[in-house]
């Protein structure tokens, strides 16, 4: 009997489908962007299917179900640093990964996979991410460009502009950092029961009521955390979130249904109000983590 012809990506995705799950296939993508979407899957709890070319052009895929970070890394921050005005506008979690867990038929359970082993190898190239969800979603990379064009916008509004009760909030609007964004999918259960336990660095933390002006979309939704590289990097933590909706036919505006800021909470009141409230959590606090 002659080998078993392979499988398209496609015929991949299908597979997953038939068992009850739905498949995020994302293709035709930059090399960092793939990155980007395998750290958001893992982060949220899944796992993923990464794609790549090998020898003789054919195709090999791998399960990646863990990634480790490594905050000394140098790259995220002195490649911004040094190669002038054409660098992102905001830096991906994901620029500090530098393993992915994986199991490979081929080779092997729990293998680590170094998050760059395809950057010089031109007969190696990554060519599909395969996400294994309980719905579809729009993916991580979309929902993060959301996320920050939007609250690149919101700090530059002149409500925002003239806080002075709050550190971190003012150091947002005045010193323009690069913030760090984080995509994990999840839930309004989830969400909500991880503000309740979240213990703000300057020891605040929610009241009685603080939620009761939050109305999260129904389903999952992208939680984009954003925060400082020093904040990250050493201490782990975050300064908020933008709640991206993951329904279909909305734009990029109505998928915004609340922004966490330090001290404030800003939040829709019907199809097109947004409303500014103050919030207890002033200063930074743990990231999330899917347990």
Not at 127 to 133: A, D, E, K, P, W
Not at 140 to 161: C, D, F, K, N, Y
Not at 261 to 280: A, K, Q
């Amino acid at each position: 009997q002659g080998p078993i012809a392979s499988l398209k990506t496609s015929q991949i995705a299908e597979v997953i489908n038939a068992s009850g799950m739905t498949a995020a296939l994302l293709t035709k993508m930059k090399p960092d962007d793939y990155l980007s979407e395998l750290a958001a899957l893992i982060d949220s709890g899944h796992v993923a299917l990464l794609g790549f070319t090998t020898k003789g052009e054919a195709g090999h895929v791998v399960t990646v179900f863990g990634h480790s970070r490594n905050p000394d890394q140098w790259h995220p921050q002195a490649v911004r640093a040094y190669s002038g005005p054409k660098s992102a506008k905001y830096l991906p979690s994901s620029s500090w990964i530098d393993h992915f867990l994986i199991h490979d038929d081929n080779l092997g359970p729990y293998l680590s996979l170094g998050a760059r082993s395809f950057l010089r190898r031109p007969n190696m190239q990554l060519n599909c991410v395969i996400g294994v969800l309980p719905q579809p979603a729009i993916s991580s990379v979309q929902a993060e460009m959301i996320a920050s064009t939007v609250l690149r916008h919101l700090l530059r509004q002149r409500p925002l502009r003239k806080v002075a009760d709050n550190y971190w909030l003012d150091y947002l609007v005045s010193k323009k950092d690069v913030v760090i964004l984080r995509s994990v999918l999840t839930d309004g259960a989830r969400y909500v029961a991880h503000l309740k336990a979240a213990r703000a660095h300057d020891k605040s933390r929610l009241d009685a009521g603080s939620l009761e002006g939050l109305d999260l979309p129904s389903g999952r939704f992208w939680m984009v955390e954003f925060s400082l590289p020093p904040l990250y990097t050493g201490n782990q933590s975050k300064l908020g979130e933008v709640i991206v909706s993951i329904e279909d036919g909305l734009n990029d505006v109505d998928r915004i249904r609340a922004i966490r800021l330090p001290g404030r909470l800003l939040t829709r009141l019907g199809d097109e109000t947004l409303v500014l409230d103050r919030f207890p959590l002033e200063s930074h606090s743990t990231l999330f983590h899917a347990g």
